[in-house]
């Protein structure tokens, strides 16, 4: 006979997010300010992952910050050193990988994320974006001479290529806490999808 007064205990969000990824890398996405580098370091927590965050590891690398890298050898060389420090990266798994703001776009480097990522847009509106950036000045493509104006260019850009992410959470007025279970329920749906393993 059943014993209908035990409880129903299921598997908790945590757990289920992280059976919904497997041995794959969930891989943040999205516009500079949009919460990549924090919220991915806190998910990963969560799901008692490793985290890297890919502008770190170039920093690591490089011996140099993002904007020496710029200043000293352009956009077009930083871009094919994040598409090998990625692809490394994708090699090893499952962790938490948080992405440079250009990264997705790059066509190399979001093939090589969706064979072994799960991709995951934190889509922000530009006025939450800006408020988050313009407190600081390490950013190098927004030294101009009106930096929201070109975020705002670089949202019509980039959007488009960003809605092929395989998950979006919108990361807007929400608490960094709140943001970190809306990824968690985001990542568990997707394997009720049969996205999962
Ligand atoms: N949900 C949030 N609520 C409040 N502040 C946030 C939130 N998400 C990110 N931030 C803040 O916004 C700034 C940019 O976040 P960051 O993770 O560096 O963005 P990205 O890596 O996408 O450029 C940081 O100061 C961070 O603490
Ligand atoms: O959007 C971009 O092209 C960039 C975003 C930055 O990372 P965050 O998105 O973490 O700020 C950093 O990789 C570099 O300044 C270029
Ligand atoms: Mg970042």
Do not use: C
């Not at 924090?38 to 965050?53: C, E, H, K, T, Y």
């Not at 871009?79 to 992405?99: D, F, H, K, N, Q």
């Amino acid at each position: 006979m059943n014993d209908l007064s035990a409880p129903v205990v299921g598997p908790s969000l945590t757990e289920q997010a992280r059976a919904a990824l497997g041995k794959r890398n969930l891989v943040f996405v999205g516009l500079m300010g949009a919460g990549k580098s924090v919220i991915g370091r806190m998910v990963a927590q969560a799901l008692s992952l490793p985290f890297v965050d890919t502008d770190t590891e170039i920093e690591r690398v490089s011996r140099m910050t993002i904007s020496e890298l710029f200043a000293a050898y352009g956009e077009v060389e930083f871009r094919s050193l994040e598409t090998r420090v990625i692809a490394r990266l994708m090699e090893g798994g499952p962790r938490v990988i948080s992405t440079g703001g250009g990264a997705f776009i790059n066509e190399n480097t979001r093939q090589v994320i969706g064979e072994g990522g799960v991709s995951v847009w934190l889509n922000a509106e530009l006025d939450v974006l800006w408020e988050r950036v313009n407190k600081r000045d390490h950013r190098p493509l927004l030294k101009t001479e009106n930096p929201k104006a070109t975020l705002e260019n670089l949202m019509h850009q980039r959007y488009p290529i960003y809605a092929l992410a395989d998950l979006t959470v919108q990361s807007g007025q929400v608490r960094k806490e709140a943001m970190v279970t809306n990824v968690l329920s985001a990542l568990a749906k997707s394997d009720q999808k049969g996205d999962g393993e």
